[in-house]
T-cell receptor, first 109, second 116 residues
Framework: KNEVEQSPQNLTAQEGEFITINCSYS?????LHWLQQHPGGGIVSLFM???GKKKHGRLIATINIQEKHSSLHITASHPRDSAVYIC???????????FGTGTRLKVLA | EAQVTQNPRYLITVTGKKLTVTCSQN?????MSWYRQDPGLGLRQIYY???????DKGDVPEGYKVSRKEKRNFPLILESPSPNQTSLYFC???????????????FGPGTRLTVL
């Protein structure tokens, strides 16, 4: 069993839909990260959080430390949001990262 | 422009022929790391470096070497590449994780390596 699990693995949505991607982890963490990998392969960091909720534009990330669970929400989805979204954690007490296998999102116009 | 660069971007080589993938960052970051990405397995950490001359193993260090002689550079060395090292490799950097786990990682563009 992977220490970081994401669901769903694949997601197709219509433009304008509200999207949720989930991440569960089984290790102690110092931070959780959401990354976006574009179709061309480039990776950018979207959020880092260890508690509560963060918002950036149409993206919202939440984390529940007790339940070891995080969600990434996209409101009013757009075709340009089509990408792979990756959850990663920094393992508590270390400087190591471990990653989920990603959620491939396709938003149709 | 703040960036992480990797070279080469694409490489096809043969088993056993030593190669180096270079990584350089211009943001004066302390932390640098190498990852490989494989279908179905996602990203996995190979090695990381907290600062000059300080390196440590990630989850999949076998078959790889690294060095950190200068703050800006963190080359990945495959001394005897094998076909199971065919992968997409990413270098990344961030500010010192010892001061904050919240430091954003900046990723290079990736190097696609094929070992025949």
């Amino acid at each position: 069993k992977n220490e970081v699990e994401q669901s769903p693995q694949n997601l197709t949505a219509q433009e304008g839909e509200f999207i949720t991607i989930n991440c569960s982890y089984s290790v102690g963490i110092s931070a959780l990260h959401w990354l976006q990998q574009h179709p061309g392969g480039g990776i950018v960091s979207l959020f880092m959080l260890s508690s509560g909720k963060k918002k950036h534009g149409r993206l919202i990330a939440t984390i529940n430390i007790q339940e070891k669970h995080s969600s990434l929400h996209i409101t009013a989805s757009h075709p340009r949001d089509s990408a792979v979204y990756i959850c990663a954690v920094t393992i508590s007490g270390t400087y190591k990262y471990i990653f989920g296998t990603g959620t491939r999102l396709k938003v149709l116009a | 422009e703040a960036q992480v660069t990797q070279n080469p971007r694409y490489l096809i080589t043969v088993t056993g022929k030593k190669l180096t993938v270079t990584c350089s960052q211009n943001m004066n970051h302390e932390y640098m790391s190498w990852y490989r990405q494989d279908p179905g397995l996602g990203l996995r950490q190979i090695y990381y470096s907290m600062n000059v001359e300080v390196t440590d193993k990630g989850d999949v260090p076998e078959g790889y070497k690294v060095s950190r002689k200068e703050k800006r550079n963190f080359p990945l060395i495959l001394e005897s590449p094998s076909p199971n090292q065919t992968s997409l490799y990413f270098c990344a950097s961030s500010s010192d994780l010892r001061t904050s786990a919240y430091n954003e990682q900046f990723f290079g563009p990736g190097t696609r390596l094929t070992v025949l």
